[in-house]
C-alpha cells in the first residue's frame, strides 16, 4: 500500500502460531462449539481457565465454534496489553508514613471499573474501532491513572467504595445466603475487617 503522496505506507502486523494450543486442545480432548460448551468445561470438565481460553480460540479460528464467541484478537491482544501497561503503572509504589507505621502502596489510581463484569470505555472504543465503526468518545474523559494525592484520586477511590465494592460483596453475600450461611455473622466479620484495615494507619 502507498499512500497519496507516493510514499510507503507503514504497516504493523502480529502473526501468532496457536498450533501448539491445537495439540493441547486436542490432547485434552476440550471441544468448544458454543459458550455453553465454555461453561461444561469449565464447571463439569474442571478445566482451567486458561485451557478452555486456548481452546476457544483455537475453535473459533478453525470456525468450528462462532466468530464472535470471543471479541475479536485486536481487542484480545489490546486488553492484554493494557493489563501489562495497568500492572507497570500499578508496582510504581512509594512509602506513605501513618501515625500506625509505614505503608508501601501504589502512587498511582486508576478508574474505578467492574471489568470483568463490565466492559471498560477504552475497551469499548477498541471495539468500535475494530468493527470500522465510529470513534465513540469515552464516557470517562479523565487520564487513565492520576496522582494517589490528588482530588481526583479521592473522587476515584470513593466511587470504588461505592459502585464496585458493594456489586461484588452482594454476588458473594447472595451465595452465602444461598449455602446457609449467617449473613448477619458475616456482616459484623467484614466490619471487624475494616475496623482492623483502619486501625494498622490511624
Excluded at 498450533?19 to 480432548?29: I, Q, S, V
Excluded at 473459533?60 to 493494557?82: C, H, W
Excluded at 501497561?85 to 502502596?105: C, E, L, Q, W, Y
Amino acid at each position: 500500500m502507498t499512500k497519496k503522496n507516493g510514499s510507503k505506507e507503514e504497516k504493523c502486523e502480529i502473526v501468532i502460531d496457536i498450533t501448539e494450543y491445537l495439540e493441547d486442545t486436542r490432547r485434552k480432548e476440550i471441544e468448544i462449539t458454543s459458550r455453553e460448551d465454555i461453561l461444561d468445561a469449565l464447571i463439569k470438565d474442571g478445566h482451567s481457565t486458561a485451557e478452555v481460553a486456548r481452546a476457544t480460540l483455537v475453535a473459533r479460528e478453525l470456525e468450528i465454534a462462532p466468530p464472535d464467541i470471543i471479541r475479536s484478537n485486536k481487542v484480545l491482544v489490546t486488553v492484554a496489553a493494557m493489563n501489562d501497561v495497568s500492572r507497570i503503572a500499578h508496582n510504581k509504589k512509594s512509602i506513605v508514613h501513618t501515625p500506625k507505621g509505614d505503608h508501601f502502596v501504589s502512587d498511582l489510581v486508576t478508574r474505578a471499573a467492574s471489568f470483568p463484569y463490565e466492559i471498560d470505555p477504552e475497551e469499548a472504543a477498541i471495539e468500535a474501532d475494530d468493527e470500522n465503526k465510529e470513534e465513540e468518545k469515552p464516557i470517562d474523559n479523565g487520564l487513565s491513572f492520576v496522582p494517589r494525592k490528588s482530588p481526583e484520586s479521592v473522587m476515584r477511590t470513593y466511587d470504588y467504595f461505592r459502585r464496585i465494592i458493594p456489586g461484588h460483596l452482594k454476588d458473594r453475600l447472595v451465595s452465602l445466603y444461598e449455602n446457609g450461611e449467617d449473613l448477619h455473622k458475616v456482616a459484623d466479620e467484614l466490619k471487624a475487617m475494616i475496623d482492623h484495615l483502619v486501625s494498622e494507619i490511624i
